[in-house]
């Protein structure tokens, strides 16, 4: 057999359904409400903030695991808002956005045979990330709520279910709060069960919360690593990207127990040696906004969702209303396609909306095989475009195949 060819480990998973799906709809000129990037300005604040560090000549290498300057900011601004004291140079590392501090925790901490809890629906990278790190995951369904459910319901998992995934072979759990693809927002009584998990079998909560300041109806942001017993034990994962709009300038960060900091930098350092540096300087000033940024943050995305819920919903579409992260789930089960992908080429090629199938989010494609996740971090006017387009979808119950 020729040596020419990729890993096996290649070949245990996909390229990106998400970014596929903006390939499909830059191809066909369609409105893209699939990949989760806004199409609206930055905040001027920030960008001025990178002008000025290249201006500067702030070109060359920063610190490998960081800047001086975003570590305390990251630092400071995590004890300010949840009680938990942090120290820049024993717990933050900057990496290249989260994806990369999602991979260089895991490939830091987990050896081959360990084995990884992953909540399903999940961000497409989790499943890629453990098979590329040598760990076998374990998946727990985050159930949907039922439509004819009261308003409020939330995507929930069954804490017997989950307590079963978990054994002596468990080195971490993954959570993602506020949650893509659902935007389910975990409670605390949730984080609780989780956490009892955690110290039972000695292991590790990985935890994405790059949706952090993105919350609706009263929902409120838990980090993990301030449950009882959980901050020695906890790596929490964030970022630049979806709080400041700015998807493309790769700057994340993790926050881990000073144990585990050391082997996380070593990966980091070989896998990317170091983030942009004149971003890293923009960060530290982003991370310096007023409060009420966070709080016009939200309403602008609560409106944002409120609009395409009704969009939606005028469509056919089944919706399960998001709490936090600026994501809908839908069920498209009413238009009569064989399955997911089948209407989403549909609605990319024909209708000209983009959307991503949510058989990428399952390790069990049928489990998604009915679902669509569509994005609202787009301009009202964006939205409203998508909305004139959805009206050549058919009235319900109608076959368009």
Not at 232 to 248: A, E, H
């Amino acid at each position: 057999m020729s040596k020419l060819i990729g890993s096996k480990k290649a070949t245990q998973f996909t390229e990106s359904v998400i970014r596929e799906m903006t390939r499909l709809n830059d191809l066909h000129g369609g409105v893209n409400l699939s990949q989760g990037f806004p199409d609206f300005a930055a905040p001027a604040a920030v960008k001025d903030a990178a002008i000025a560090a290249i201006n500067a000549d702030v070109n060359q290498y920063a610190v490998t695991w960081g800047a001086p300057p975003l570590r305390d900011a990251v630092a400071r601004e995590f004890t300010r808002r949840y009680g938990l004291p942090i120290a820049a140079d024993e717990q933050v590392t900057v990496c290249c956005g989260s994806t990369e501090a999602m991979i260089s925790t895991m490939m830091a901490i987990i050896d081959p045979g360990d084995e990884v809890v992953v909540f399903e629906p999940f961000y497409e990278n989790y499943g890629p990330d453990a098979i590329l790190s040598g760990a076998t995951p374990r998946y727990v369904t985050l159930h949907e709520p039922d439509p004819s459910t009261p308003l409020g319901a939330d995507w929930t998992f069954d804490p017997d279910e989950l307590a079963a995934a978990f054994n002596n072979r468990t080195k971490a759990i993954i959570i993602n709060t506020p949650n893509n693809p659902t935007g389910k927002v975990f409670t605390r009584q949730e984080l609780e069960t989780i956490a009892a998990l955690c110290r039972k079998w000695d292991a590790i909560a990985i935890s994405d919360e790059i949706y952090e300041h993105i919350l609706y109806d009263g929902h409120r942001h838990v980090p993990v690593a301030t449950i009882e017993g959980m901050a020695d034990r906890t790596v929490t994962i964030n970022g630049l990207s979806k709080t400041y709009s700015v998807t493309g300038w790769r700057v994340g960060w993790s926050i881990s127990p000073p144990s585990l900091t050391g082997a996380i930098r070593k990966v980091h350092d070989f896998l990317t040696v170091g983030a942009p540096a004149p971003l890293q300087e923009a960060g530290a000033v982003a991370l310096g906004l007023p409060d009420q940024y966070y709080l016009d943050l939200a309403a602008r995305y609560r409106r944002l969702r409120d609009i395409l819920l009704e969009v939606l919903e005028r469509h056919h579409f089944t919706c399960y209303k998001p709490y936090g992260a600026y994501y809908i789930m839908t069920d498209i089960s009413v238009f009569g396609f064989s399955d997911d992908v089948e209407f989403a080429r549909y609605l990319v090629k024909d209708v000209g909306v983009a959307a991503v199938p949510g058989s990428s989010f399952y390790t069990n494609s049928a489990r998604g095989r009915t679902k669509l996740r569509f994005c609202y971090c787009k301009r009202e006017e964006t939205l409203v475009e998508a909305d004139r387009r959805l009206e050549k979808l058919a009235p319900v119950g109608v076959n368009l195949r």
